[in-house]
Every structure is written in structure tokens, then in C-alpha cells.
């Protein structure tokens, strides 16, 4: 298996347990991190907590994030220490040998392969251990292979584990229960909860909930937007998400009709652990949050603001959505170790920010022609923002 990901809203998945055009683009340096003294970025971040039912992927209303039992540690050693994670929560999967395809269902908190723990069996590497206590629901051990063993303990789930513990086994919080499997590199932390009849995948470094420590210093970078009539037919990418793009680019100073906005934004992070020592093996994050605002250029006026994505729960809204053509899927880590020089290893996340729960455009054709000044921000889980404003004109005949 390529890449754990989700291929349907969550009812159909829970049974499993778990090009960019040529041209039209506007780029501008890249932001600095910006902060809700912005007043762009102030409205916005007010506009997500009033809608936040409207938001795909925001939690639901009156969510409480608080768990009957404590829990602050990492699922492998040192527990209270921070790893690496180079799969996030939402990422964009490609059709993988199964034919699925859509959202990455958690995240993925990476171990040295080189450098398997004392006591390791053969094709193990590294301990696991249980982030929050409870009984062990599921377990699925040999004769699996080893990448498709799991264990479930309470609300979480640990993928590509060799369980040490049995079907209904009481665990308390930080007690072992598995191994990565080597050639991995990661051990894959899902969690779930229950709202009403639903059971719903959530992101495990959300907002107010604490995987301790965890710091991200750096801000998203939103570094170019691009402009494009509606696609003639839909896009259908491949595993690694290149497929073909039916949109015609537009010239950002002769916008006209419906308007598609594509944003390339990555969000970096500042702590990388035993991949410092290999940067071409690092990989960036999405952004938490995406949101655009739409001005006038002469009156201020707001003619658009909206929040379009954000990444607490697993949205019901498909994944190609939110992520648009020119979107690179990361590679694997066993990818990275074997890639040449010359091939990177980080993937590319350009963002629909128009587009909530299906793809949507600006109609020009609503407003005056004229200049206007189109705002994208992105957010990261620790409140670090990056904006782009990049001067558009608007002229229909």
C-alpha cells in the first residue's frame, strides 16, 4: 500500500476501520508570517469561528474536543519528545493499487529505519506506544503482511504496527503495543470519535488538543495564484496526481466570466528530528485553513471573503475539491532514500480557494469592471498565518 488514505465520506470508509496551466499565473514574493493585526486576516479568522458549521472540515457544533482521560505523549520514544511528520492530516492521496483514492486520514509520526530499537524482531523497527488508554478494539497481526498489520486502543488507530497486545485488552496511556514495521518509516496515528450516529476521523494536532510537546514556528507560505476559465471535463489524476487539465489559463489583468482561482500554499515546519540531517527528505505540511477575500482596489469594498477548507475532521466534501491540477503528492519515504539528487521529494499543494463543498468561481460578471485586489490566507494548526495579494483587473464585455 502506497499511502494510507480515506476513499469516501467516512460511512463507507468506517467498515475498513479505519498541471498547473502555463500561464494566467501571479506570483509575488513569497509572505512573511502575518498576524490577526492584519485586518484582512482579523475579518477572516472571525468569519471561520461565526460559520464554523459551514466550513468543510470544521468540527461540528458544539464538539467537545475533551477526553475523560488525559493523555500527552507521542507514540513512539522518546514519548515526550517531538517527532517528525511528513504525512498530515487531509493530505491529497492518488489512486493507489486498490483503486482509492481521496483525504489521508491521519498522520504520519516517522522513525529511523536505519536505526531499528534494541530488541527489535526481524522486519520490526521501532516501539509503540498507546497515546491515550482504553481497550484494544481491533488487532491485525501475522499472518499479515507486516505493512497492513494495525492495532485500535480507545479512539485511536496505529497502521503499519505489529500488535504485542490481545483483542479487548485494558491499555493505560504510554503502555507498548506494537512495532513499526521496517522499510515504513512511520507509524500512521489515526483518531475517531462519535458524534450522534456518525463516527468521524479527526485531526490529532487540531486546535485544543495537546500531542505534547509540539512546536511549528514556521508560517504557511501562499507563493503564487492562478487564473482559469471552468474545466471542460473533470480532472482525473493518476497515483501521483498528474492528470489532465481541461482549464484555459487567464491573464490576471483580463479576468472575464466565471473564474476559477488555483493557490499554491505549503506549510513548512520547524522541527524535522533525524531528517535535519537529510533536508531532501523533508516534506511540507498543507495548510490548516484557507480562506480569500476579493476588494476593490479603488472603494475597499468586499465584493468575496470566505473560508473554504480547514482541517479539524474528515470532510464529506471529495478531495479534488479542495486540491486542484498541479497538485504533486509527496513521495514515500522508501521513495526519498532511493530517489536521485536530482529528483525531489516533496510534492506540491495547489488549493481551490473559491470552493467549499463542491468547485465554485468567481462570476465577474457581478461586479464592475475594473481593478481589484484578491487576498489568499492560510493558517497553520499554532495560529501562524501567510497571505498573497495580487492585483487583478476585470473586463467583460
Same mark, same amino acid.
Given at each position: ?74 507514540? +513512539? ?20 493499487? @486498490? ?10 509520526? @516517522? ?12 522486519? !520490526? ?22 505493512? @497492513?498489520?494495525?492495532?485500535? +486502543? ?9 500488535? +504485542? ?84 489559463? !487567464? ?96 510534492? /506540491? ?17 457581478? +461586479? ?28 467583460? /464585455?
Amino acid at each position: 500500500m502506497r499511502w494510507l488514505r480515506a476513499a469516501a465520506p467516512l460511512g463507507v470508509v468506517a467498515s475498513i476501520l479505519l498541471g498547473a496551466g502555463c500561464g494566467g499565473a501571479a506570483h509575488a514574493p513569497r509572505s512573511a508570517a502575518t498576524t490577526t493585526s492584519d485586518p484582512i486576516v482579523a475579518s477572516l479568522t472571525h468569519l471561520a469561528l461565526r460559520q464554523q458549521a459551514q466550513i468543510p472540515g470544521a468540527l461540528p457544533a458544539g464538539f467537545h474536543n475533551a477526553f475523560a482521560e488525559a493523555f500527552s505523549n507521542w507514540p +513512539v520514544t522518546p514519548v515526550h519528545a517531538q517527532h517528525p511528520i511528513r504525512g498530515s492530516f487531509l493530505d491529497p492521496r492518488g489512486q493507489d493499487e @486498490n483503486g482509492l483514492a481521496g483525504y489521508h486520514f491521519g498522520i504520519d509520526v @516517522n522513525v529511523d529505519d536505519r536505526r531499528p530499537e534494541p530488541g527489535a524482531g526481524p522486519g !520490526l523497527s521501532h516501539r509503540v506506544y498507546a497515546v491515550q488508554g482504553g481497550r484494544v478494539i481491533r488487532v491485525a497481526g501475522p499472518p499479515q503482511p507486516c505493512a @497492513n498489520r494495525k492495532v485500535e +486502543v480507545g479512539h485511536f488507530s496505529y497502521w503499519h504496527v505489529s500488535p +504485542v497486545v490481545t483483542q479487548w485488552a485494558r491499555i493505560k496511556p504510554g503502555q507498548l503495543i506494537g512495532w513499526t514495521c521496517l522499510g515504513q518509516w512511520h507509524v500512521h496515528v489515526s483518531e475517531w470519535r462519535r458524534v450522534g450516529s456518525r463516527r468521524i476521523w479527526l485531526n490529532p494536532l487540531r486546535p485544543g488538543i495537546e500531542t505534547a510537546p509540539y512546536v511549528d514556528t514556521e508560517p504557511p507560505i501562499v507563493s503564487a495564484m492562478r487564473f482559469f476559465t471552468p474545466p471542460t471535463s473533470p480532472w482525473h489524476p493518476n497515483i501521483s496526481l498528474k492528470g489532465r487539465d481541461s482549464a484555459t489559463p !487567464l491573464t490576471p489583468t483580463r479576468l472575464h466570466g466565471r473564474v476559477e482561482l488555483r493557490a499554491e500554499i505549503e506549510d513548512g515546519q520547524s522541527f524535522w528530528g533525524f531528517m535535519a540531517r537529510h533536508p531532501d527528505w523533508e516534506t511540507p505540511h498543507h495548510p490548516y485553513r484557507v480562506g480569500v477575500e476579493i476588494r476593490a482596489h479603488a472603494t475597499r469594498a468586499v465584493v468575496m471573503q470566505r473560508i473554504t477548507f480547514q482541517s479539524d475532521e474528515y470532510p464529506s466534501t471529495p478531495y479534488l475539491v479542495h486540491y486542484a491540477p498541479g497538485t504533486v503528492q509527496n513521495g514515500s519515504m522508501d521513495e526519498c532514500v532511493h530517489n536521485p539528487p536530482t529528483q525531489p521529494c516533496a510534492g /506540491t499543494y495547489w488549493f481551490r480557494p473559491f470552493s467549499r463543498w463542491r468547485l465554485e468561481y468567481w462570476n465577474t460578471r457581478t +461586479v464592475r469592471n475594473g481593478a481589484y485586489d484578491v487576498t489568499v490566507v492560510a493558517w497553520d494548526t499554532k495560529g501562524n498565518t501567510g497571505t498573497l495579494t495580487v492585483p487583478v483587473v476585470v473586463g467583460n /464585455t
